[in-house]
């Protein structure tokens, strides 16, 4: 059904903003009605719900994230992004874009993306 796909730069220094942008295929942001979901895994730790978006634009995020995180989308392009800002390296990750049958970490997360690997480095 949906195909996902992340992009966004191969490296971000730290104190700035990681920026990444899904790609949706096979499905539409405004048609289908999932949650539009961001999800990390750091080097050696498990999952971390970050942030979602969702119909009429509604977002939630993780409260461990919220104050330096923003999940937007542009519905011309059929994308939804990322933004984390004021970034460390403790944020080095693999970052998935997935969709989710309901707001939250709780979700089934029914499709996701490949993964792209995000250094937070100098």
Same mark, same amino acid.
């Given at each position: 059904?949906?195909?996902?796909?992340?992009?966004? !730069?191969?490296?971000?220094?730290?104190?700035?903003?990681?920026? /990444?942008?899904?790609? #949706?295929?096979?499905?539409?942001?405004?048609?289908?009605?999932?949650?539009?979901?961001?999800?990390?895994?750091?080097?050696?730790?498990? /999952?971390?719900?970050?942030?979602?978006?969702?119909?009429?634009?509604? &977002?939630?995020?993780? !409260? %461990?994230?919220?104050?330096? &995180?923003?999940?937007?989308?542009?519905?011309?392009?059929?994308?939804? %992004?990322?933004?984390?800002?004021? #970034?460390?390296? #403790?944020?080095?990750? /693999?970052?998935?874009?997935?969709?989710?049958?309901?707001?939250?970490?709780?979700?089934?997360?029914?499709?996701?993306?490949?993964?792209? /690997?995000? !250094?937070?480095?100098?």
């Amino acid at each position: 059904q949906v195909q996902l796909q992340e992009s966004g !730069p191969a490296l971000v220094e730290p104190s700035q903003t990681l920026s /990444l942008t899904c790609t #949706v295929s096979d499905g539409s942001i405004t048609r289908d009605y999932y949650y539009w979901t961001w999800i990390r895994q750091p080097r050696g730790k498990g /999952l971390e719900w970050m942030g979602a978006i969702g119909y009429n634009s509604n &977002t939630l995020y993780n !409260p %461990a994230l919220k104050s330096r &995180t923003f999940v937007s989308w542009d519905t011309s392009k059929n994308h939804f %992004a990322l933004q984390l800002s004021s #970034v460390t390296p #403790v944020a080095t990750a /693999l970052y998935y874009c997935a969709i989710s049958d309901r707001m939250g970490a709780r979700g089934a997360f029914d499709a996701w993306g490949q993964g792209t /690997l995000v !250094p937070i480095s100098s």
